[in-house]
């Protein structure tokens, strides 16, 4: 690795995004990786998470949470505006983990959410964000049960808006939403009334 590094190269197996830690392990000292950086090598995402410089597109807020937070989900308002369910996209990155697990300091904006582990699967997806890190993402009928059960959080207009959006839709199907809301009993009585009126 020495003479790929004196020629200003970094090693080939080198992940397009990585962790401090992940590094260390596999045996390359924290003082080659302080000169990656300062030779433009390398790039630091965030506390403990970095890049390799001119690397395909990273969204760096993302794969620092992702590579942070391996379970973090994007969640909430954040999860409507990915899905175009809402046009306000807050000055933050709305992620849940589940309940009791560790909540990493980021450098980048997020509002920390805490979910019921036996629910924390249902509608979650993985979705790219570069380098080859993929970060948690709820499909819309999860968020949109979401907003209503946590309408104390975010407003009960953001899933009422959300939800006339998504019912005009093609494809929208008000009863598997409901069928999925049964897991969150909280979020079934406001849902199931906004239903009625925007049906």
Request: hydrophobic share 45%; aromatic share 8%.
């Amino acid at each position: 690795m020495g003479a790929v590094e004196a020629r200003g190269e970094l090693p080939e197996d080198l992940p397009l995004v990585f962790r401090f830690s992940e590094v260390l392990a596999s045996g390359v000292p924290e003082g080659r990786l302080r000169r990656w950086v300062a030779a433009g090598l390398v790039e630091r995402l965030g506390p403990g998470t970095y890049r390799r410089a001119g690397a395909e597109f990273v969204d760096r807020d993302r794969a620092e949470v992702a590579l942070r937070a391996p379970e973090a989900t994007i969640c909430l308002v954040s999860a409507l505006v990915e899905h175009d369910l809402v046009d306000d996209n807050p000055g933050w990155l709305d992620v849940a983990v589940p309940r009791g697990q560790w909540r990493p300091s980021v450098a980048s904006p997020v509002r920390w959410h805490s979910f019921a582990v036996d629910t924390f699967e249902v509608g979650r997806d993985l979705v790219p964000v570069g380098g080859g890190v993929t970060i948690g993402l709820y499909e819309p009928r999860r968020c949109l049960i979401d907003v209503f059960r946590l309408r104390h959080e975010v407003g009960p207009e953001v899933g009422v808006e959300a939800l006339r959006r998504w019912l005009r839709r093609p494809g929208s199907q008000p009863g598997q939403l409901l069928d999925m809301a049964r897991a969150f009993p909280r979020a079934v009585p406001s849902l199931t009334a906004a239903l009625q009126v925007l049906l």
